[in-house]
Structures are given as structure tokens and as C-alpha cells.
Nanobody, 120 residues
Framework: QVQLVESGGGLVQAGGSLRLSCAASGSIFSVDAMAWYRQAPGKQRELAAHISSGGSTNYSDSVKGRFTISRDNAKNLGDLQMNSLKPEDTAVYYC??????????????WGQGTQVTVSS
């Protein structure tokens, strides 16, 4: 089975920076797309940043220009660099990846989430 684990969350002041990482374990043949979602209490989970297998990126309007998504390899899937953080960025951040097993088709995987809190 494949598991995703986020790391790097924490408490930062407004205007500060934080870098989130997503690591994967299990039998992986290839990684297609990966993304970072976030969910604040009482709100719906939303897409923050997305990166395709070819490296094309897409950002929500609320984070564009401040966040940068990147990808690495099948073990360390990638990072989300967050700069100029705002209190409204406070949320649980989830790593998502579409992964193909060595003897299976593509499946969607989610991490457990990591808390990011930006103080005002």
C-alpha cells in the first residue's frame, strides 16, 4: 500500500514563510500529478496548488504569487514553499498524489494533513 505523509507545518507570524514536504512510501511505479489542498475549520477543502507530471503548475488565486509547488521523486514527492503568509492561510494542508503501482492502475492518495497556523 502507498502512504503519503506531510511535514513542515507549524505556527508562524503573518508575513513569514514555511515549507511543507510530502513523502511517500510503498510500491510506486510512477507519480502522475500531485497537489496541495487545504481546509480551514468549518470550510470546504480547497485546492491550493497543483503540479502535473510534466511540471506544469496551477495555483488558486488566493495563493498565486506567494506559494510555489515543486516535485522531486517517488519517495520525496515534492514541496510547497509558502511565503508572505497571511492569517487566512491558516488551515490543515493535505498532500495529494495520483500514483501508479507497479502492477496496478492510477489511484488517488491523500496524506493525513499538517496544521499551518498564521498568527495575526
Amino acid at each position: 500500500q502507498v502512504q503519503l505523509v506531510e511535514s513542515g507545518g507549524g505556527l508562524v507570524q503573518a508575513g513569514g514563510s514555511l515549507r511543507l514536504s510530502c513523502a511517500a512510501s510503498g510500491s510506486i511505479f510512477s507519480v502522475d500529478a500531485m497537489a496541495w489542498y487545504r481546509q480551514a475549520p468549518g470550510k470546504q477543502r480547497e485546492l491550493a496548488a497543483h503540479i502535473s507530471s510534466g511540471g506544469s503548475t496551477n495555483y488558486s488565486d488566493s495563493v498565486k504569487g506567494r506559494f510555489t509547488i515543486s516535485r522531486d521523486n517517488a519517495k520525496n514527492l515534492g514541496d510547497l514553499q509558502m511565503n508572505s503568509l497571511k492569517p487566512e492561510d491558516t488551515a490543515v494542508y493535505y498532500c495529494y498524489a495520483r500514483i501508479q503501482g507497479r502492477r496496478s492502475g492510477y489511484r488517488d492518495y491523500w496524506g493525513q494533513g499538517t496544521q499551518v497556523t498564521v498568527s495575526s
